[in-house]
């Protein structure tokens, strides 16, 4: 089969010409088209014409069959005079672009054609821990409750972010992590990972060929991606679920072919995510080890976790939610050490207690939310938070926000 750069005369001849124009390329094309109605070019004309409802890059992987190749060496300069054909050369530019520069190389050679639409680079990935307090001093389903609106973000699709886009989104990672008796035997579930943003990024920038294609891509796969992960029966066949992914996705710059395998991840993310949910609703509801106050326990975990991200990813932001009334009775044991102090006292304590940290924490945001959904009083209370602003700014965290939930954030 002829290379697909062996048409690149009959395009570039095409790419000069258009119809009524005088001149040796016009009358070249004109004089082969005269030439009758033959079942061959009839044949051709209705390939072309099918050509006409794709897309570029469909475009390239169908020419690029020995069938469509020997068409187009017999019969291209005839069926450039098609409507449909000028449709698809014209209409998309990067094919003509492609046959007429590349050297054998059609996807490549169509990306060097938006060489003034370079592929942005991934936002840097946001990633979260959030932590759970199930000790007797606070309410564990008001705790749940505040974090509810910012873990449905997370679980219904928007984690994924959007490279794409004008003002471009960053794709978000989230773990939980609970606070018990020991909470370091407490588990850690992840419910979305940043490496699913990734994989998918890493797939449409090899495949597709420009920006436009990429971004109507993401967007169709992040709203397909807000529609399965409920549903139980997509979540049990995985082959069903790609191919209704497929079917969402609608009319793209790939085949169906191709578009299976962003499909697959997405639906194994759904899958892995609403299996992590119903883990973490379980264990909320039936934790199965002994419930406790460990709060530095819980916390300690947390940063080591997002250090760990941050070694993955230098560029990452760290973010630790904690759904805390923050009373450590159990490492620290805050209210008796408290009783009698005044704050500047509990400050030194604080400093004391975090000591110097192995890790840089530097660039780790905190956020309390909850703090008040608590049975001990305030006063003590208003200690304890000034007890862990002092504790985590010794340990280099100075970005430390109080929220009663995690609404807008």
């Known amino acids: 089969m002829p290379p697909i750069c062996f048409y690149k005369n009959y395009i570039n001849i095409y790419k000069n010409w258009l119809p009524g124009e005088p001149g040796p390329p016009g009358v070249f094309l004109r004089s082969i088209w005269a030439q009758g109605d033959t079942p061959r070019k009839k044949d051709c004309q209705k390939e072309l014409t099918s050509l006409a409802s794709i897309n570029t890059i469909n475009l390239i992987e169908v020419i690029d069959t020995s069938r469509e190749a020997e068409m187009l060496s017999k019969n291209s300069v005839k069926a450039v005079r098609n409507n449909a054909f000028r449709a698809v050369v014209v209409g998309f530019s990067g094919v003509a672009l492609v046959m007429s520069l590349s050297a054998c190389s059609p996807v490549s050679a169509l990306k060097s054609t938006y060489e003034g639409q370079p592929f942005p680079q991934m936002p840097a990935p946001e990633v979260a821990t959030y932590v759970l307090d199930l000790s007797g001093s606070t309410y564990p389903t008001a705790q749940l409750e505040a974090l509810g609106s910012g873990i449905t973000d997370f679980i219904a699709g928007q984690s994924l972010g959007n490279p794409f886009a004008q003002s471009p989104v960053a794709p978000?990672?989230?773990?939980?992590?609970?606070?018990t008796k020991n909470s370091a035997q407490a588990p850690r579930i992840l419910l979305v990972s940043t490496k699913t943003s990734q994989s998918l990024y890493e797939y449409i920038k090899e495949k597709t060929p420009n920006l436009e294609g990429a971004l109507q891509l993401w967007d169709g796969l992040v709203n397909a991606r807000t529609q399965i992960w409920q549903d139980?029966?997509?979540?049990?066949?995985?082959?069903?679920?790609?191919?209704?992914?497929?079917?969402?996705?609608?009319?793209?710059?790939?085949?169906?072919?191709?578009?299976?395998?962003?499909?697959?991840?997405?639906?194994?993310?759904?899958?892995?995510?609403?299996?992590?949910?119903?883990?973490?609703?379980?264990?909320?509801?039936?934790?199965?080890?002994?419930?406790?106050?460990?709060?530095?326990?819980?916390?300690?975990?947390?940063?080591?976790?997002?250090?760990?991200?941050?070694?993955?990813?230098?560029?990452?932001?760290?973010?630790?939610?904690?759904?805390?009334?923050?009373?450590?009775?159990?490492?620290?044991?805050?209210?008796?050490?408290?009783?009698?102090?005044?704050?500047?006292?509990?400050?030194?304590?604080?400093?004391?207690?975090?000591?110097?940290?192995a890790n840089d924490y530097s660039s780790v945001n905190v956020v309390i939310v909850g703090a008040r959904n608590s049975k001990v009083n305030v006063k003590t209370l208003d200690q304890v938070q000034g007890y862990w602003t002092c504790y985590l700014n010794q340990i280099g965290i100075t970005n430390v926000t109080e929220q009663s939930d995690l609404s807008g954030f």
């Open 172 to 179: 978000r990672g989230l773990s939980i992590q609970f606070v």
């Open 232 to 357: 139980s029966a997509l979540e049990a066949n995985q082959a069903d679920c790609v191919n209704k992914v497929v079917e969402m996705l609608g009319r793209q710059q790939l085949l169906p072919d191709a578009l299976k395998i962003p499909a697959g991840i997405i639906c194994q993310d759904a899958k892995q995510t609403a299996t992590s949910f119903k883990r973490l609703q379980d264990f909320v509801a039936n934790p199965g080890i002994e419930m406790g106050s460990d709060v530095k326990g819980a916390i300690e975990a947390s940063l080591k976790n997002l250090a760990t991200a941050k070694a993955e990813n230098p560029s990452a932001r760290l973010t630790l939610v904690i759904a805390s009334d923050m009373v450590d009775e159990v490492s620290l044991t805050l209210p008796r050490r408290l009783t009698g102090i005044d704050s500047k006292g509990v400050c030194q304590m604080a400093v004391q207690d975090a000591g110097n940290a």
